[in-house]
Every structure is written in C-alpha cells, then in structure tokens.
C-alpha cells in the first residue's frame, strides 16, 4: 500500500542545534515534495517545496534533501530557535495523484 | 492581506442538524480544496474544486457537500451531521492546482454531539 510515514514522537532538541526531521514514503512516485509549518490551532504553512530532479534546497535556516532512491527526505532548522517550535508536515504530490499529506512531527526547541 | 478565511473557527452541532461551514479567498485562485485533519490520520481531502462549477470527490468524501458558484468562495456542507465527523477542517486554495504552493485557512474545530 501507498504510505507516508513521518515520526510521531515528539522532537526534542536544545536551542542552537540542527533539527532534522524525516519524511519516507513507499510506492509513490513523486513529482515532488513540499514541508508545511503547523502551529497549534492552525492551518499549515508552506515552507519549501523540492522536485524528483532536485537534491536538496535551501531557505534561511531551513534545508531540504529528497533521495528517490531512499524514498526520503530530510527537513532541516540551523541554529534552531524556540520560535520553530511546531509541527512539520511533509505532503507528496505523485505523478498521477493529489497532494497526499504525512501525519506530521512536533518539533520543541527548549532554551 | 492575501489570506483564506473560513467560519465559523468552533462549532458545536448536534447529529442531524445541517451546517454549513464557509470558505472564502481573496487571490483569485482556481484551486479550492476541502481537508479534515484527525490524530494520527494526518490532513485527508474531502473534496475539491478545480474552477467555478467544477467540483470532484477527494478521498473521504461521504457525508459532504461542497458548491462553488463563485470563485472565491468554497463552502463545505454537512447535510446531516454525524460523530464522525467531528474534526478539524481546513479550506485551502492554490493558484492552478494541486501541484501548487496550498494557502490555508485557519481551521474549523467541528463538534458533533
């Protein structure tokens, strides 16, 4: 079956640190990938969108790889900061489908 | 302000009773879409509209109804409400289509006693 999986657990890191969030997925072949910002209470936020040709793409403090051979990408904060506490959601968007959204990760950067 | 509005943000609602929860963008997108959002299952698409007139099923999309007369509105209709369907919904539009950058509402917190 098609799935897109990201962690469920909470990310816990110490502020200045690298977050680093994944996104796997199986039996998609995707165009190409976007991360969202989810903020408690409301709607998600578009952050950076990566295609099948692209490996990694950069944005401030954020970067993103996609490996279509892994089946992975990887969604990193820099330097992370309080303010970048939320949650991630990485969404899929297959050749022949509609944008297809993971679960999501909660990210805390405590002080 | 470009944004996607949607109301009412809280609704309580008893099984039965029909409601309609509005959607409204002011970007002038051809692209409007429904999602419920539940724990553990992640955003799922209701339904959606590529232009006015032109509405098609999502994935979960028993139990609703959706119109769009007009471009910039999309609302979502619960004919008759029932537990589970409470949810969190979210509208969203893009500019062309599903493989566009998706603007999102802030959300409707749905309850249905």
């Known amino acids: 079956s098609q799935k897109i999986e990201q962690n469920s657990e909470a990310l816990n890191i110490q502020e200045g640190k690298t977050a680093t969030l994944t996104c796997n997925y199986t039996?998609?072949?995707?165009?190409?990938l976007q991360w969202y910002r989810q903020d408690p209470g409301r709607g998600p936020v578009f952050l950076l969108l990566i295609r099948e040709n692209e490996k990694e793409k950069r944005k401030e403090r954020l970067k993103v790889t996609f490996d279509t051979t892994l089946k992975q990408s990887l969604f990193h904060i820099t330097a992370s900061q309080p303010a970048d506490s939320a949650t991630y959601l990485c969404a899929l968007l297959p050749h022949t489908d509609k944008l297809i959204f993971g679960t999501g990760t909660r990210l805390q950067v405590f002080p | 302000e470009a944004q996607v509005t949607q109301n009412p943000r809280y609704l309580i609602t008893v099984t039965g009773k029909k409601l309609t929860v509005t959607c409204s963008q002011n970007m002038n997108h051809e692209y409007m879409s429904w999602y419920r959002q539940d724990p553990g299952l992640g955003l799922r698409q209701i339904y959606y509209?590529?232009?006015?007139?032109?509405?098609d099923k999502g994935d979960v999309p028993e139990g609703y109804k959706v119109s769009r007369k007009e471009k910039r509105n999309f609302p979502l209709i619960l004919e008759s409400p029932s537990p589970n369907q409470t949810s969190l919904y979210f509208c969203?539009?893009?500019?062309?289509?599903?493989?566009?950058?998706?603007?999102f509402g802030p959300g409707t917190r749905l309850t249905v006693l």
């Open positions: 509209s590529m232009n006015v007139e032109v509405t």
């Open positions: 969203a539009s893009s500019a062309s289509g599903r493989m566009d950058t998706q603007y």
């Open positions: 039996n998609y072949s995707p165009a190409y």
